[in-house]
T-cell receptor
Framework: SQTIHQWPATLVQPVGSPLSLECTVE??????LYWYRQAAGRGLQLLFY??????ISSEVPQNLSASRPQDRQFILSSKKLLLSDSGFYLC????????????FGDGTRLSIL | KNEVEQSPQNLTAQEGEFITINCSYS?????LHWLQQHPGGGIVSLFM???GKKKHGRLIATINIQEKHSSLHITASHPRDSAVYIC???????????FGTGTRLQVFP
């Protein structure tokens, strides 16, 4: 069966520090991969979307970047965190076909001090 | 105006009550998703539907494509149903979803 792992679960970082959040998927190949952010009291916002290795679409201009070095690995990064980067980050995957459900990781709660 | 609107934003109920959460959308869709987010933050996909009705246990999801409206019903609600319920739509020619802001449900014993 397919599983998605996302870590860490919580993270507290100072302003200006770097960030690396990792997401891996098992039990499937060539999935679509997604990074979402959920700010307090707001809906999910799609940050990045990938249909294959090295293929990243950015949905909103921001201080973050994403990379997909392997088929089932998706990394969210920042060189210098801002206070506004605080939030709940979720990784998700879906089969690379139309109208497939998305499967979410457990999320990372990021607090910037 | 958001492309996906949910109502109500917050909902409280007594155990055993019948619950209805509504979702309206303004774009052409290929499918509509209902998701459940637990207090810890984890999200579970409940339903994906493009027409008619689906049932899973005490949960029922319906969609009316002509009216661009979907409802999620919970029969015989239980405190463990307390969560945020999120509606999301997939549009044509893309695998990306547009999310509503969620409905926070609290069921009291």
């Amino acid at each position: 069966s397919q599983t998605i792992h996302q870590w860490p679960a919580t993270l507290v970082q100072p302003v200006g520090s770097p960030l690396s959040l990792e997401c891996t998927v098992e039990g499937t190949s060539n999935p679509n991969l997604y990074w979402y952010r959920q700010a307090a009291g707001r809906g999910l916002q799609l940050l990045f979307y990938s249909v294959g290795i090295g293929q990243i679409s950015s949905e909103v201009p921001q201080n973050l970047s994403a990379s997909r070095p392997q088929d089932r690995q998706f990394i969210l990064s920042s060189k210098k965190l801002l206070l506004s980067d605080s939030g709940f980050y979720l990784c998700a995957w879906s089969q690379g076909l139309r109208n497939q459900p998305q499967h979410f990781g457990d999320g990372t709660r990021l607090s910037i001090l | 105006k958001n492309e996906v609107e949910q109502s109500p934003q917050n909902l409280t109920a007594q155990e055993g009550e019948f619950i209805t959460i509504n979702c309206s959308y303004s774009v052409g869709i290929s499918a509509l998703h209902w998701l459940q987010q637990h207090p810890g933050g984890g999200i579970v996909s409940l339903f994906m539907l493009s027409s008619g009705k689906k049932k899973h246990g005490r949960l029922i999801a319906t969609i009316n494509i002509q009216e661009k409206h979907s409802s999620l019903h919970i029969t015989a609600s239980h405190p463990r149903d307390s969560a945020v319920y999120i509606c999301a739509v997939g549009t044509y020619n893309t695998d990306k979803l547009i999310f509503g802001t969620g409905t926070r449900l609290q069921v009291f014993p």
